[in-house]
């Protein structure tokens, strides 16, 4: 049974360089949508914390120097 034409050394680096660029810039693109999705989601919480904030009825001033002093601490 014949298995058609063995490919060179040549074209298996050939291959393995292309395989190895296309993983590379997949894994590029992954990272922006990582880096794109984490920033929705810092900017979800700071939107929450500031609608937490006007409920009660306080300034992001008085929390600033609450947290400062808490450290402080």
Not at 20 to 30: M, P
């Amino acid at each position: 049974m014949a298995r058609g034409v063995k490919k060179s050394l040549q074209e298996k680096i050939a291959h393995k360089e292309e395989l190895i660029e296309a993983l590379s810039s997949r894994i590029k693109k992954e990272k922006d949508e990582l880096n794109e999705l984490l920033e929705m989601q810092k900017m979800e919480e700071l939107n929450e914390l500031r609608q937490v904030i006007q409920q009660s009825g306080m300034e992001i001033s008085d929390i600033i120097q609450m947290a400062q002093m808490q450290t402080a601490q």
